[in-house]
């Protein structure tokens, strides 16, 4: 099977994977754990509907019928916003939770509620975008269609680009909760150099535009190098202090 494909099996028989590479499955939607995650954490939700697992986000995602699927999929966007920042509490608290609350299924948190305020604060419904981001590429590399879900640190040793960076960090990202796009959007953004039809010109914003961090916006031009060490910096202040 070629990389594009790559996701396809866990949309036909997600009950045939590997446990660990799965974080939630129904009829509906799978739900796994990226293979490449690009921050602390990262998952994929995966449409299982065969009638549009191999179309573009912007083409699905357009007008009524696009309005009318994005609130069938926004339920399962809050959970797995709410199971990323679970993992991620896990990362930073992991042995003290082990020890307290065993290791065993938990869709629900449920080992996690007694651990503060401060979590409390990150799973509340208004707090999860400021620290979980969700959407789609807009020149998808696989081909089915998937949101990715995943934490705003951009730490992963798996980053390891100006391409990784700025293709969660540009308009190359398309949020979720921005769609559909209306004609009226798309003509602004085209105005504005981002043709969202033209994969080529979408390809070329992930490959020139200077990196900037997302939490301060300090700009590090083409500098990869300079950059992550201070997405680690930023990390330890805005996620592992929180805690």
């Not at 954490?41 to 699905?60: E, G, K, M, N, W």
């Amino acid at each position: 099977m070629s990389f594009r494909r790559a996701l396809a099996p866990y949309i036909q028989h997600p009950e045939t994977k590997i446990k660990s590479d799965l974080v939630f499955y129904d009829d509906k939607v799978t739900i796994i754990r990226d293979a490449f995650p690009k921050s602390r954490v990262h998952y994929l939700i995966l449409p299982r509907d065969p009638s549009i697992t191999r179309q573009s986000p912007l083409t699905v995602f357009d007008g009524e019928k696009g309005a009318r699927l994005k609130a069938h999929l926004a339920p399962y966007v809050t959970m797995a916003k709410r199971l990323v920042i679970c993992e991620m509490y896990n990362s930073v608290w992991g042995e003290a939770i082990q020890q307290t609350y065993p290791p065993e299924d938990d869709p629900q948190c449920k080992r996690y509620e007694n651990y503060g305020e401060a979590f409390h604060s990150l799973v509340d419904e208004e707090h999860l975008d400021e620290y979980v981001l969700a959407g789609f590429h807009a020149v998808p590399s696989l081909e089915n269609l998937h949101i990715h879900v995943l934490t705003g640190d951009f730490t992963s040793d798996r980053l390891k680009n100006r391409k990784h960076y700025n293709s969660f960090n540009t308009p190359f990202f398309i949020n979720f909760e921005d769609l559909p796009f209306s004609p009226a959007r798309l003509e602004a953004a085209r105005r504005n150099g981002i043709d969202y039809q033209n994969a080529k010109a979408m390809e070329q914003i992930v490959k020139t535009t200077d990196l900037r961090c997302i939490h301060c916006g300090e700009n590090f031009r083409g500098h990869f190098a300079q950059l992550m060490p201070h997405l680690r910096d930023e990390y330890d202040k805005r996620f592992t202090d929180a805690t």
